[in-house]
């Protein structure tokens, strides 16, 4: 007998991250370090689990669909999100 489990997985993306990279590497490295720092907060406070990061992106999971919108960012529930918006405080 098979068990199926129900699994939920959130992919992030600094859009334009390469031109980003190009034009301010320092601000980039802080921006790229405060996107992994929220996201990461937000999956483990609600039972989630980053499990990959990769340059300008994420990769998170959860064993339940539910708490995905419970923990992810405002910013990012829309779809998108101001790569700007990385850079303010």
Request: hydrophobic residues 35%; proline residues 8%; charged residues 20%.
């Amino acid at each position: 007998m098979s068990t199926i489990v129900e699994s939920a997985f959130l992919f992030t993306d600094i859009e334009g991250s390469t031109k980003l990279w190009e034009r301010n590497p320092h601000a980039m490295r802080a921006a790229l370090a405060r996107h992994d720092e929220i996201l990461t907060k937000a999956a483990n406070s609600h039972d989630g689990r980053v499990f990959k990061t990769i340059p300008s992106a994420t990769l998170s999971v959860w064993c339940s669909p539910a708490p995905t919108t419970l923990s992810t960012p405002p910013s990012t529930r829309s779809g998108r999100s101001s790569p700007g918006s990385l850079f303010s405080g």
